[in-house]
């Protein structure tokens, strides 16, 4: 729902209207419907299923547009199945599915082999640097790991001895990636250490506050975006940053930001990057539909598969 209301008043403004003419929104707890003439309203997944409850072949809905449907949530799959479903009894209603990183054709075959459009877009160009070249370019090194039990989320998984057999062909893996690494010297001995060090199971704040740094200290003026999975961690990578001494300085906007914070707060971020440096915490904002302009600097997957929390239904 970050993106929802910001969407819907851009969308308004473009047609020369205010939020609340032609063009709304809704979302939990939040919404500012269209008029009776209303033509478009911007909702969540959640929004449109409790909608369905009372109207299941959406009756007074003419096209539903799903966005980022690669992310297949719980909701947003059931959604859909939902809609191919009512199609046969609804002849007449439009659905478009959109994402910049679908797999088209699998959609295109569950729908009856519908027709696929591309359009395209402008591809600015992106340097990639891996946890290898994070380390090297921050000289971040952790300490050594301590003698632990098994992780937390072995406890959750059905098969103790099936996770446990997965976590060590990991870390079989990655112990002969580390080797390869140090036999063939492409990074400095201080990278292959810190590697070795690096606790799996952890998402690496200590790391990122560094990395946000480098950046900072070598980087255009602009905003940084940093991936992480779930509130928890965001909350703590927020606290580091305010409480180090780099970043009292008010050139410095730190912004925590989630789908479960008021819609008033999340709006902050969207404002044009004024002279000074940004810097972000959410998880997935730049895979929705918001555009924050002066972007610097990306991290994003710090880890080699890198961490998600999902909501998972059985």
Known sequence: ??????????????????????????????????DQRGSILYCTTGILLRRMINDSL??????VVLDEVHERSVQSDFLI????????????LKVILMSATLNAELFSQYFGGVPMYNIPSVVFPVARYFLEDVLQMTRFCPPPPTRRGP???????????EAM?????????RAEYIASLEAKRTYPPYVVEALRNMDGDQVPLELMLELVKTICREGELGAILVFLPGWDTISKLHDMLKSDPVFRSRNY????????????FQQSVLPDTPAGEYEWCPPHLAETSLTIDAWLGLCHRLRGEGRRKRMMCD
């Open 1 to 34: 729902c970050v993106c929802v209301s910001p969407v819907a008043k851009r969308v308004a403004e473009e047609r020369g209207e205010r939020l609340g003419g032609s063009v709304g929104f809704q979302i939990r707890l939040e919404n500012q419907l269209p």
């Open 58 to 63: 959406l009756r007074e809905v003419s096209h």
């Open 81 to 92: 199945i939902v809609l191919r479903d009512i199609l046969p009894h609804r002849p007449d």
């Open 151 to 161: 992780p937390s989320w072995v406890r959750h998984l059905r098969g103790q001895a």
């Open 165 to 173: 057999e997965k976590k060590r062909t990991e870390e079989q893996e």
């Open 253 to 264: 906007l730190i912004i925590p930001l989630h789908s479960l914070m008021p819609t008033s």
